[in-house]
């Protein structure tokens, strides 16, 4: 069996920047990139298979062909979706429908439950999480009267910080900060408020309406737990749709692939996983069935595995 190494995809935008090439070496297309899509079945940016036996493989064409890769999940689709953030700018401010909106409205699409873990972050930066209106009419007439700075939450980040953010919560990543996001294979975003942004010298679309359906009422704080585990691997998060953990290798360790599939992100160092030589920046699969592997050297992971219910 083989580590799937992953060819990540670039995306430009009006808030990206520099650090996915200064910071990661990664061959970007412009000073203003603002993700990379490091593990991505998802049509508006497919990665492939980097080397061995499926090399250059979409990750969709592999799900369906080699399902058993995968852990035969009963899924219409690869189920989640890795990417790194640079903001450079500000995110405009947006929240995300669960599936069944989604479902009803966007054509099929599947809901966006996603997390944040802060990779870096200037001084005293902040991202915004949730809102202060009390009631849906509250809600409504902030936004209409655009107080904002009355309705938005905003709360102080560091690096190592880890957000978990639900459908419904308004949230915007702020200028300064850099991200690794784990989410659900989906990219429905309703845009709240652009601060009067314009690209290519008009404004960009909001979605007044399906946000104002979609919101939380009142904002619910769920702050995620402790990292848990005395092992070089800590969970820092599990809800119904993923499992996220921390890993702080420092040596000679091993790790036992018990998930239908996990997935994995060097977030600093370098090591040797049963002999093939992972850095910074680089993206895998382990597959199902994988045996236990041998890690060598010294490095912080993010790994993630689809929950199942």
Known sequence: ???????????????????????????????????????????DGEGSICGGTYDRTPLSVLWKEHPELFGNLPLD??????????????????????????????????????????????????IVIGHNAKTREELSDMVHDGRW??????????????????????HAIKAGTLILE???????????????????????????????????????????????GDSWMKKLYACKYYKVWKGDLDGHETLNQTEPFMIGSVISGEAKLDGETFKKGDHFIIPCGYPEIVLEGNAEFIFSAPSMG
């Open 149 to 170: 700075n009355e309705l938005i939450r905003e709360v102080p980040i560091k690096k190592g910080d880890f957000f978990q953010i639900n459908p419904g919560t308004v």
């Open 77 to 126: 689709r690869f189920p989640l979706l890795t990417k790194i953030i640079d903001a450079n700018g500000d995110l405009s401010i947006q929240v995300h429908p669960d599936d069944v909106y989604a479902a009803e409205r966007e054509n099929g699409s599947l809901g966006k439950m996603e997390c944040w873990y802060i990779l870096d972050c200037i001084p005293d930066a902040t």
């Open 1 to 43: 069996m083989e580590i799937l190494r992953m060819n990540p995809v670039f995306k430009e935008t009006i808030w990206g920047g520099r650090r996915l090439h200064d910071d990661f070496g990664y061959d970007t297309p412009s000073d203003h990139t603002g993700e990379c899509l490091a593990v991505s079945a998802h049509p």
């Open 182 to 228: 784990t989410q659900q294979s989906s990219d429905i975003t309703y845009r709240l408020y652009d601060y009067g942004r314009l690209q290519n010298g008009k404004p960009r679309e909001l979605h007044i309406e399906k946000s104002l359906d979609v919101i939380e009422v009142p904002f619910v704080e769920r702050r995620a737990d402790a990292p848990v």
